[in-house]
């Protein structure tokens, strides 16, 4: 099968790989459409030590079955799927609980860091556990399909905070999942919905996902506009999308008493806390780890059209081009968002 490989950091290369292999759990998916991650990026520079090559990156996708294992139900062959990026082993404690990201034995398509290697879905087929796979309703593109796991990993996050119709909420980062997670809190009843960014062209279409309120961080103090419009109180919840120290600064200060913080921007390993700012006005902070049973419901959010993401699609590209879209995102071109690859 042709696939799409990191040979080394910097250096993706259209090789002949052998079909991935199945076990009777297994299926094999012919992959129709495959989104491009900010997380595959970072490890197509080497940044995050989670992509160590050799390896076949990809994880937001959608296709086709195109074989079965001998003891999968409930699918033939030919049937439209997407499916999880966590690999869950079904058995341990965590998955009896339905808490399949936090898996004893997790792994993720397209990631390599040490301890694993799990091929995924650049390429032609990709092999995945028949768990973690969903049908998906013939009204739903594969291009858009391929957007299911990146809008679970935000319902998920929207889902860890309690959110009461007239709440007011922050989202800091209006990057794929920022605007995802506005989205979604739109649709959890939130009122008053400010996102922040230094990018205005980010920040418009935050405002066209459902934000209320745009400030741009790198003109104003974003906590003190979020002060102005609540009117000295603060937000009841802030999402921190982005993962680094001025980013968690701005969503915790922009919070009420109370308030609460869920974090899922990860891209640095470690940050400047606001300890006292934390303790004494009593913030919770959520970590907010992938999605954990969400993907039907996103699915369906998807095929009704209550979640939107064709403005979010860039651009629609074969997958012998992606090595030239990994550098146009490597170097932060403008107006690049997400980028569908089909093999």
Known sequence: MRALLLKDYLQLEMVEMPQPEIGPDDVLVRVRACGICGSDV??????TGRRIPPLVMGHEAAGNVAALGGRVKGLQV?????????????????CLQGKVNLCDNRQVLGVSCGDYRRHGAFAEYVAVPARIVYHLPGSLSFEHA???????????????AT??????????GSG?????????????????????????????????????????????????????????RGADLAIEAVGNTGALRTAIASLRKGGTAVLIGNISPSVDLPLQSVVTREIR????????????DCIELLASGRIQVK?????????????????????????????????
């Open 42 to 47: 970072h490890g197509f520079d080497g940044s």
């Open 78 to 94: 030919g049937d439209r799927v997407t499916f999880d990026s966590t690999v869950c082993c079904g058995d341990c404690a965590y």
């Open 146 to 160: 391929a957007m299911i796991e990146a809008t679970s990993i935000a319902v998920h996050a929207v889902g860890l």
């Open 163 to 172: 959110v009461h119709p007239g709440s007011t909420a922050v989202v800091v």
């Open 176 to 232: 794929m999942i920022g605007l995802l997670a506005i989205q979604a809190l739109r649709i959890a009843g939130v009122d008053r919905l400010v996102a922040v960014d230094v990018d205005e062209r980010r920040l418009a279409l935050a405002g066209q996902s459902g934000a209320s309120h745009t400030f741009n961080s790198a003109d104003l103090d974003a906590a003190a506009g979020v002060k102005d419009l609540t009117e000295g």
């Open 285 to 296: 902070l959520l970590g907010s780890c992938a999605s954990s049973g969400e993907i039907p």
């Open 311 to 343: 403005p979010l699609i860039t651009a629609v590209a074969p997958l012998e081009d992606g090595p030239a879209w990994f550098q146009r995102f490597r170097g932060r071109e403008a107006n690049l968002m997400k980028v569908v690859l089909q093999p």
